[in-house]
């Protein structure tokens, strides 16, 4: 049976009504909410930094030197810009797995966020990137952002749903979720991403997954999910949804141990979110791994 509605009506933190496009569930209308009224000033801190904001973490060891010493009047803000640093370096090991990448091309970043992958793309390849999600406040910020720069015409956030995008079958280069696939079914998305995208075309993730060799999700992993309102997924359903979706995996990288120096100096920053913890015991216990995989369509 189809429980599917054709779209949800619900209110921004500023007072606005908007709509999130079908197929729609109240699940994804309270994700809209979350990401319209999510006022963490972490993102938006870090992106201040050089203007690509983005909406995930980082990899990469930590630069001690450009850190300097903590008891610095300026160390918090060299601290930021290192956190920041190490976004944009997991945004760019994604981008380099894309595979060859015209300057005509049609790329999409599913679930978008502010924008900053796309933005990142666009500059690599100077080819159009569409970006999705469900959060008008997301989008607006994105195209302002966009504007700003003066890639309009390239680069463009649309609010819909990464279930059902307005791309038609088999126009896409290539495609990514970063840190976005624990909020949909996995089967749903990838046959979303199978369908637009051309044959021989990319399909990149990189996201955090539980470990089926730990047994279950772990108190570590429920507290994320509890946190950001998602479903954390296991390596193997990535792996299983892919194969039943036309989607061949050519690169699997385990970024945990790149991921950790991240976490464990955010922990020591002004812009702890009180889940760093859970993180960073999640990845040391081995119950949590970060992942990029990256897949043909067939």
């Given at each position: 049976?189809?429980?599917?509605?054709?779209?949800i009506e619900h209110t921004t933190a500023q007072g606005a009504t908007a709509f999130v496009p079908s197929p729609a569930s109240p699940y994804q209308g309270d994700i809209a909410r979350y990401w319209d009224q999510e006022a963490r000033p972490v993102n938006l801190r870090l992106g201040d930094v050089d203007g690509l904001y983005h909406h995930h973490y980082g990899i990469g060891e930590i630069d001690r030197a450009a850190l300097g010493d903590t008891a610095d009047s300026a160390y918090e803000?060299?601290?930021?810009?290192?956190?920041?640093?190490?976004?944009s370096a997991q945004a760019g090991v994604?981008?380099?797995h894309l595979g060859p990448v015209g300057g005509e091309a049609a790329l999409v970043d599913a679930g978008c966020g502010r924008g900053g992958s796309m933005v990142m793309a666009h500059q690599r390849f100077g080819c159009h990137v569409d970006g999705v999600t469900l959060s008008a406040k997301q989008a607006d910020f994105a195209n302002r952002r966009a504007r700003e720069l003066r890639i309009d015409s390239h680069v463009r956030a649309r609010v819909c749903n990464m279930l059902d995008m307005p791309f038609g079958t088999g126009q896409i280069r290539a495609s990514w979720n970063n840190e976005s696939t624990m909020y949909v079914d996995l089967h749903d998305l990838f046959a979303e991403h199978s369908r637009i995208l051309e044959i021989g075309g990319r399909y990149v993730t990189i996201t955090g997954c539980w470990n089926p060799r730990y047994g279950q999700p772990s108190k570590w992993v429920s507290?994320?999910?509890a946190h950001f309102e998602c479903n954390i997924h296991s390596r193997r359903e990535y792996m299983r949804a892919m194969a039943d979706n036309r989607l061949v995996p050519q690169t699997v990288v385990d970024?945990?141990?790149?991921?950790?120096?991240?976490?464990?100096?955010?922990?020591t920053s002004s812009l702890v979110t009180g889940i760093e913890e859970a993180f960073i015991n999640s990845y040391k216990d081995?119950?949590?791994?970060?992942?990029?995989?990256?897949?043909d369509r067939v």
């Open positions: 049976m189809d429980t599917r509605v054709t779209s803000k060299k601290l930021i810009a290192e956190l920041h640093r190490l976004e994604l981008i380099d507290q994320i999910n970024l945990t141990a790149a991921t950790l120096p991240y976490w464990e100096l955010r922990a081995g119950s949590f791994q970060y992942l990029l995989i990256a897949a």
